[in-house]
């Protein structure tokens, strides 16, 4: 495609070449035989006018083409990526750049209204205020689009935005979502995009029983969610057609919205974190409620299986917590008193070291 191109405009240079030789009257009249009149041809202004024009066109017309070619590439790619807020709010920068320009030149006019140059100084002034309006707006959109929201949420006396939250394929399979959006401690809108119901779908009709299983949970949890009179739930049919990664589409989804998404995938957390997108994680809410112990408080547990170490026993209390028992190994399947002895917070959860309580028999 790029050869032929260069053969039409190559063409159309020649053209071009001989016209205008022909416009400034440099043309050459030929006369004598045949063969005279192309020795003539060859020495002429027309000649060299087609010559001149096949190489402008060849190089310098198929250069410019392309530039322009990648320019507006390059312009639609941008658009794809700029959301309608960001239009808006850009729009309203060029009107601010232009506003601003307008002023500098009105306070300068008595320099700028002498001669040529301080008339393209001004256009100057006009083009540069309204590039820099646009790009500063486009760039703080996230801040601008909440300074012009801070008054338009009622439940909030302190003026305070409340994000809508994305909810994750993980998170809606997981189930513990429905439990803390019915508690009331997650405010604003739930959003369930139409690509992560179709992700639900596609693992509801799994032939692996698990995966089918987990995917018809998620959908009923959904279900469940919907009826919630507190709970709003939204289905939202934006897709990215261009994204094949559903953890992508959710990612991008929340920087267009300027949401949170709630997960907890470790993978997709960190993923958003990267892309500055703020992540509520279900796992770091559950570590978080758990119920606190301190070295020196006493519990009754039951050692149910053997420890890393020797002698280590391993019981659990009933939200999920490991309880490593020191000697444990000698009071397995038997509910012990035992104090505890120190606590370990890792990325898994919380683990207690405790040992058997010498003073209390065990029950």
Known sequence: MKKLMRFFLAVFGSFTGYEMVKLLGLATEFSGPFYEEIDQFFTSAQFFGILLGFLFGFFILFYLLEKVLQLIVSFENFLKELSWRKLVVGILGLAAGLLLAILINFSFSGILRTGTIGRYIGILVNIIFAYLGFSLFVYKEKEIMKFLKQEENPHNIFG????????????????????????????????????????????????????????????????????????????????FDDIQEVDSKLVKLAQIMDAKIITNDFNLNKVAELHGVRVLNINELANAVKPIVLPGEEMHVKVIKEGKEDGQGVAYLDDGTMIVVDDGINFMNQKVSVMVTSILQTAAGRMIFAKPNAKKQIV
């Open 160 to 239: 305070s935005i409340i994000s809508n939250k994305i909810l994750d394929t993980s998170v809606i399979i997981d189930g513990r979502i429905a439990d803390v959006a019915k508690s009331g401690f997650i405010e604003g809108t739930l959003i369930v995009p139409e690509f992560v119901l179709e992700e639900l779908r596609h693992i509801a009709d799994s032939s692996e029983t698990l995966k089918r299983n987990r995917g018809r949970r998620g959908l009923d949890i959904l279900k469940q969610m919907q009826k919630e009179p507190h709970v709003n739930i939204q289905i939202l049919a934006q897709d």
